[in-house]
């Protein structure tokens, strides 16, 4: 009761003044807005996000020069979670002014980390548009003033060490299907790891399926996946093979309405042995984590 007193308070507050605060992130510190969920969510699942970094140690320990790219960078905590385990080169991609300026505070910190603002679509172009934050979430509605979408081959002419980046991780709040529908090019000829927002609910609000997309990253290449439920619990591994269990998947997650999502790693067929790998360490890593 006092934890939920204490959430409406700050809520409240921070509409009136919203100061950064330390946060501790594994043996990395950032800054956060007071107004931000992350300080919530890390107390409530120490998991949370982990999973990424693990993924991009596995793949880094594998093959050698990996660089990152992170869409939907937010604040830059995505980049703290990935610098507890791997100093890797991260380009961070965000079109949100507010989170821009606090990722490039926090991202200070660590060498080989790049930032980009602009929102990452099909073309480069200026759009119109209103970006809203809540919460730590920045979410899109039409109309408002300009603002700069590029392409990410466009993106990549500014940041050339990051043409070939084997990791893409995606965060965009439903968007995430469509940002990555745009980077189809991108995804045949690099075959990148991915790791991504999947949630049926934001995905139908934003005019896809959420089955029809899975189908499109076959045609992609991609075969074998890894589903996490959002909090950074593993769930299950699977191949685009078993349609039945992917539909079973999807069934599960729609409908929550923001509760519950899933964050799913994909990988090509030519990365099979890395899935294969990365599937046997984090059952290992959650077996060690919950003693059984």
Known sequence: MLQGLKRRFIKIFSRVYDPLVSLKIGNQTIKIPLSHDLREIIKLYPEYNFNLARIVKYVSAQIPGVTVIDIGANIGDSVAFIKN??????LCIDGDEKYMKVLSGNTAQFKNVYSCKTLVGAETKEVNLKLRSEKGTAYIEEGGKAVSMRSLENILLDFPDFKNSKIIKSDTDGFDTIILRSCVNYLKNVKPVLFFEFDPHLIKKNNDDAFEFIKFLEECGYHYF????????????????QKDLLSQLIHYFSGRELDLFADVCAFTKDDKQIFEDIVEKELNHFREVRNY
């Not at 959002?230 to 685009?240: A, H, R």
């Open 85 to 90: 385990y791997s100093d890797v080169p991260i």
């Open 226 to 241: 890894i589903f996490y439920v959002n909090i950074g619990d593993y769930l299950v591994s699977c191949t685009y093979e």
